[in-house]
């Protein structure tokens, strides 16, 4: 998964923020992952820039169901 997000990274630079978090060494993502609900790696949470989740993905995703829920945002 890591070079399709680097590359949808890429490809929506200047549209949204990417933040990823890595839940087994930063206590504030497993804060954040809790409070979101995550309990599997990957998860994908994408969220509106008033901070509304609009859809969460869970494992491996095609590049195309990815691109969908990015163009959702906008």
């Known amino acids: 998964m890591k ?3 680097e590359g949808l990274e890429k ?7 990417v933040r990823r978090l890595n839940v087994e ?14 309990q599997y790696v990957p998860t994908f949470v994408f969220v509106t820039a008033d901070g509304v989740t609009s859809k969460t993905l869970v494992g491996e995703q095609s590049e195309a169901t990815m691109k969908a ?3 959702a945002l906008q």
């Open 3 to 5: 070079p399709l997000v």
């Open 25 to 38: 060494t930063d206590q504030a993502a497993v804060a954040l992952a809790e409070k979101l609900g995550v």
């Open 69 to 71: 829920a990015l163009d």
């Open 11 to 17: 490809t929506y630079k200047d549209k949204v923020e």
